[in-house]
């Protein structure tokens, strides 16, 4: 048993999460993957994802949910993509991705649009949600990105007015991906994430270790936020990866 299962094991033997899910070799927005085989592979994973989450529950889904990585460079962005995009086609319903991450924003780079006027102007300025929208091609996914940035634009994400703003969301959308900081090293995923129906957590083989994974699941279950599931990206395979779709 490779070192990653057993960190995904152990967390849910102490109960950190509910489920877990292993991914790779890495998770791949539909629009960044080239070769049709990692395509398929990387559909096939959000697709697992998504019906984990929020498709095949005999209660009704969350519909708001951050991600957030345990470390920096997790694929945390990468993934939600991925999953607004298998969502948004799956349940044929709206689908919203923000990004959160107002430190370091990557989504705009996914569509091919910029960050101008996104999250950030949406709490300080007046106008209904949907002005600071960005649609994009795919039908039934819009973006906001994280806007504008200042040195106080993180203090943004405690204040009253996010909760307005995520409020306006669920009524105009059916699904909101949220795109968060690394947990170990911002506050901001569970200052977000109180506002939110759940988290998922991002790990990152060979990367993330036990001790930072299980202090961070605590916090956020401290914090009283659900923790939907945990992913391990960037999985590598020791058998070939034709062989262990088969297993």
């Known amino acids: 048993m490779s070192k990653n299962f057993e960190l995904l ?14 991914v790779g070799p890495e998770f791949l927005s539909q629009s960044e993957s080239n070769d049709e085989n990692g395509h398929r592979w990387a559909n096939d994973e959000a697709l697992r994802l998504v019906q984990q989450i929020f498709l095949l529950q005999a209660q ?52 091919g649009t910029t960050n101008h006027r996104g999250l950030t102007d949406a709490l ?12 994009i091609a795919q039908e039934n ?17 405690t204040s009253e007015r ?8 669920r009524k105009e959308f059916k699904f909101v991906i949220i795109d968060a900081p690394p947990l170990t090293q911002y506050s901001d995923a569970l200052a977000v994430g109180k506002l939110a129906d759940g988290l998922v957590l991002i790990l990152e083989a060979d990367a ?6 299980a ?7 401290s914090a009283n936020i659900p923790i939907l599931a945990a992913v391990l990206n960037k999985r590598t395979f020791p058998i070939p990866e ?3 779709r088969r297993l």
């Open 215 to 221: 202090v961070v699941a605590a916090s956020v279950r």
């Open 242 to 244: 034709k062989l262990y």
């Open 162 to 169: 996010l909760g307005e703003r995520l409020a306006e969301l």
């Open 60 to 111: 009704p889904p969350p519909q708001v949910v951050v991600f957030a990585g345990i470390d920096h460079g997790s694929g945390c962005s990468q993934i939600c993509v991925s999953v607004a995009e298998t969502l948004a086609k799956n349940a044929q319903r709206p689908v919203c991705l923000v990004e959160a991450n107002v430190r370091s924003p990557a989504l705009p780079e996914f569509f």
């Open 9 to 22: 094991q152990q967390l849910e033997k102490d109960k950190f999460f509910g489920s877990a899910i292993a």
């Open 124 to 135: 300080l300025q007046e106008g209904p949600i949907s002005s600071f929208a960005k649609p």
């Open 208 to 213: 993330t270790r036990r001790e930072p994974a």
């Open 141 to 157: 996914l819009t973006l906001i990105s994280s806007g504008a940035l200042a040195a106080d634009s993180a203090s943004l994400l």
